[in-house]
Each structure stands twice: as C-alpha cells, then as structure tokens.
C-alpha cells in the first residue's frame, strides 16, 4: 500500500495501515461466509504471518481472496481528501493497482468513550490479549481478571480472603496503567469471580449474603473508582425469582451502599429504587409488542439511574440488533444507533469468548452462529510464526467498533447542535408504532414475538424501525461529521 496524498503535501504514511488476511468460516446451514481476521503480522513480535493462513496467500480460480484495509488516522491529520493505492502482486509480479482514497474531517473522537460497554470475556479466550483487542475498539469488559478474593470461615460465617494482587489490576484498569494509550476502564462488575463467595451471593441465606456484602462495602467503600463497580450475580429472573431479587436489592441498598446492583431484566415497577443499572433484552423486554417502551427507562434515567441493553442470547430473529455472523451487517451496524436513539447509556454482549479456530465458528444453540463470539482463536499450531495463542477479531468486531464511533459522533453533535443530532439520527432510527413510510429504502421492523390473530401469525411491529441502506448510512455518517467540522 502506498502513503495517501492529502491536501497542502499533507501525508497519511502508508504504516497507518493495518493488513488483514479475511477467512470464510463454514456456517453449515448459511454457507461460506467471510468473518475471522489474520493479521498480516503478529501484533506481539511484529513478524509476518505466513503459512495456510496468513499472507502471501493463493488465490484458486473461481474464489475470492480478501483482504481488510484498516487505517488508523493520526489526531493531528489535515482535514480533506487523500488519495493512494493498494498494489496487488502475483508471484512477485505487479498485477494490479487499486486505487484509495479516505476524506478525512475536521473531527476528533475522544479517546474515552461516553458509551458505555460491559462484554464478558471468557477465560477461555487469549484473555490478554483479546482484553486488549476490545479495548482497541472502544469496548469494556465486565471483569479484567478471573482471579479474585478467597473465602474461609471462622465461627460457621464467610470471611472474604482479600487478595491484593486482584486488587492491583483494578487499580492498574481504573487508572488507564494497564493499555498503552492510556484510557481507563469505565465499569467493572463482581460477577463470580470468586465461585464460592458467588455461590453465597446468590444463595439462599441472607445471613451469609449480608456478611459478605458488608465487607465488601468496607473494603472497597474508600476506593476512588468504588462508584464504578457493581454487583451482578443474579440473571434474567423470572417471576418465581423477581421477589428475591428485591428482598436482594434492599439487602444492597442497606450494606453495600457504594455498590451499585445491576439486574439483567425488564422494567419492574416493584424494582424502583432499587436497581441502579437496568439492563434489558432491547428487542424482547425494551421493543416488542409486550414490552414497556422506553419510555419507563427514561424516567428511570432522569433520577440517576444507567440504562443499557443487551442483544438476545441464541435469537435468531432477522429484524433485531444481533452479532451474527449470517445475518446482515447492518443489523450489528445499528445497534449503537438504536441505543442513541432511546437514550440509552450502554449497551451488554455475552459472550465474547473465542471460536475454535482461525476456520471454525462458534455456534450457539440450534441455529445461531457467531452468538456470544467475537473472536477465533490464532493458534501457534495453526499460525506457525506467532510466538502464543493471539485472539483473531471478526468482521463483525469491526463492524460494531464503527457502530460505537458513530454512537461517539452523535454524542459529540448533541453536545453542539442537539436538534440536528436527533435529525440526523431520527434518518436512521425511528420511534414508531406503525410502518413508517418516510424511509425510501426497505426498513427493519424491531421486534420479538408473534401474534396469532386468528388468520395465523404475524409479525407485530415494535417501538422502533431502522433504516436497512448501507448508502443512507454512510450519507447520515457523513453529514453528522459536516455538523461537526462545519464543512459541506
């Protein structure tokens, strides 16, 4: 790849680019479809990777051969249009010259993001360096370390085990020492770290639950990033289990104060005061035709509460938010868009725990592939070169880290110019009960269940239709970047 030409002798060098090698992964059912990433070269030596899977690379008759084009464009860049090309060769040969060109705006993304994230990690995942990888796209996970605080017993109560390694990566991830640019982690939840100590958490004792939430609240009360943390160690109850988790919420609210409760469920008026972090299924518990609207959470928000949403687990509905590999990019694309459009502050993805291998998908129920993975495992047996397992991204990866940038974009012009924001938006996401005619291009319909209405099923529409047009959104894209430059 060549520097790219830019306005005045400006240059973005040709070593801001990032080469990917891109894999058809086999979703039996679905097809080839391209996904998992190689990079050109590892990320922890810097060698090129080669072999069956990286590059140089044959190309059959009658296939395709890809390759991503990342670029990384510097803060101080000069706003305009640039212009190179991506040299292809064959057996050392010049075969062709694509050419490539980038508009760049007059627009900073901030390095901290106002999204907010909270993706699991497996540890089954190169934790490292896929922690890292994530952090590079403008994602948090919920938990850095798998390690935590022990547990005895003395006199027949819990004692928590304080670990002050485990403590030292919270203090190296809430002050930005642990990535090399420096940006702090936002949010991290006691999820069980510790089995036994979530074990008791989730149990039936209150008496067990109140010793250890009592200590956790004087160990950590003094801390400077206490009001980022948060407990979550019940998920998606059910009405058998809804009356617990208020018996559980009081218990929070009364000896961990400093703690927030997270709750992954709908809008539960008998949950008020209670839950500091409502995290609801969007397309099941936020959108659908039974669900309670955004509205509740908006409220909600107004006295101090964090609203994200999560995309449904083993879902395989086309017209939903979702990270599958099979279904249209745009449905990954959008997600940030419709959390913008509800005003809500973040979205939740399980799980981002590795694919097998470099060619081999994670698949998820019966018919979902690529739910709760945004990663392939690089193998040293597979890769050759690399010195340790690295996490592979996905398209979708990439593809979601856009969607956060465009969340970033928007948040930025509200800041500005909030009617054009919402304007802007409202070409991509709409509020609605109806199909809406204003879109020109085909829309997607968010919802969840079917109604049988005696002339058999139908899809009902929920509170919110996107735009499906890759073209529109480039357009909008561009025209919030016009808001924010002041450039037409």
């Given amino acids: 790849m060549s520097d790219l030409a830019g306005p005045g002798g400006a240059r973005i060098p040709a070593s801001a680019a990032r080469l990917y090698r891109v894999h058809y992964v086999d979703c039996r059912g679905q097809g080839w479809l391209p996904d998992s ?3 050109w070269r590892d990320p922890w030596n810097k060698k090129r990777i080669g072999g069956k899977f990286g590059a140089p690379f044959p190309v059959e008759a009658g296939t ?3 390759v991503w084009v990342e670029l990384h464009v510097s803060e101080d860049a000069k706003p305009g249009d640039y212009k190179g ?8 040969k010049p075969a062709r010259s694509l050419p490539l060109s980038v508009t760049v705006w007059d627009v900073t993304l901030p390095k901290t993001t106002t999204l907010l994230t909270y993706f699991e990690l497996s540890r089954d995942t190169a934790e490292r360096h896929a922690l890292h990888a994530l952090h590079n796209h403008r994602i948090d996970v919920w938990r850095v370390v798998h390690r935590s605080h022990g547990l005895g017993w003395k006199d027949g109560k819990p004692v928590v085990q304080w670990s002050a ?3 030292g990566v919270l203090d190296d991830y809430f002050s930005g020492r642990m990535f090399s640019d420096g940006v702090p982690g936002k949010r991290y939840l006691f999820f069980a770290q510790s089995w036994p100590i979530y074990q008791l958490l989730r149990g039936r004792s209150d008496e067990n639950r109140i010793a250890i939430l009592k200590q956790y609240e004087a160990h950590y009360k003094d801390k400077p990033y206490v009001d980022k943390l948060a407990w979550f160690f019940i998920d998606e109850p059910n009405a058998r ?10 218990q929070i609210k009364e000896h961990s104060p400093s703690i927030k409760f997270l709750l992954t469920t709908r809008y539960n008026k008998d949950l ?11 397309n099941r ?4 035709w039974n669900a309670p609207g955004p509205d509740p959470y908006r409220d909600e928000m107004k006295k101090g509460r964090e609203v994200i949403n999560c995309v449904t687990v083993n879902s395989n509905a086309p017209t939903s938010p979702n990270i599958f590999i099979h279904h249209k990019a745009m449905n990954t694309r959008i997600w940030p868009w419709v959390t913008y459009a509800l005003d809500q502050q973040g979205i939740e993805f399980w799980n981002t725990a590795a694919a097998p291998s470099v060619l081999v998908p994670k698949k998820f129920g019966g018919n979902v592939w690529g739910d709760g993975s945004l990663f392939y495992r690089g193998l040293k047996e597979e890769l050759g070169i690399v010195e340790r397992e690295i996490a592979l991204p996905s398209i979708r990866l990439k593809i979601l880290r856009d ?8 948040a930025l012009l509200r800041k500005k110019d909030p009617a054009l924001a919402k304007k802007l938006c409202h070409r991509m996401v709409q509020e609605t009960k109806d199909y809406d005619k204003s879109f020109a291009a085909p829309v997607q319909h968010m919802s969840w269940n079917w109604n049988r209405d005696g002339k058999g099923d139908r899809q009902v529409p929920g509170f919110v239709i996107w735009e499906s047009s890759a073209e529109r959104l480039a357009e909008t894209r561009a025209a919030v970047a016009a808001g924010l430059s002041g450039r037409k």
């Fill in 37 to 39: 990433m190689v990079p």
């Fill in 64 to 66: 395709n051969g890809l």
């Fill in 85 to 92: 090309s991506v040299d292809v060769t064959v057996a050392g």
């Fill in 165 to 167: 390694e485990y403590d």
């Fill in 241 to 250: 289990t809804l009356k617990r988790c208020v018996t559980i919420g009081k």
């Fill in 272 to 282: 008020i005061g209670l839950v500091d972090i409502w995290d609801a299924i969007i």
């Fill in 285 to 288: 518990e936020v959108i659908s």
């Fill in 403 to 410: 969607g956060i940038e465009d969340f970033e974009l928007l």
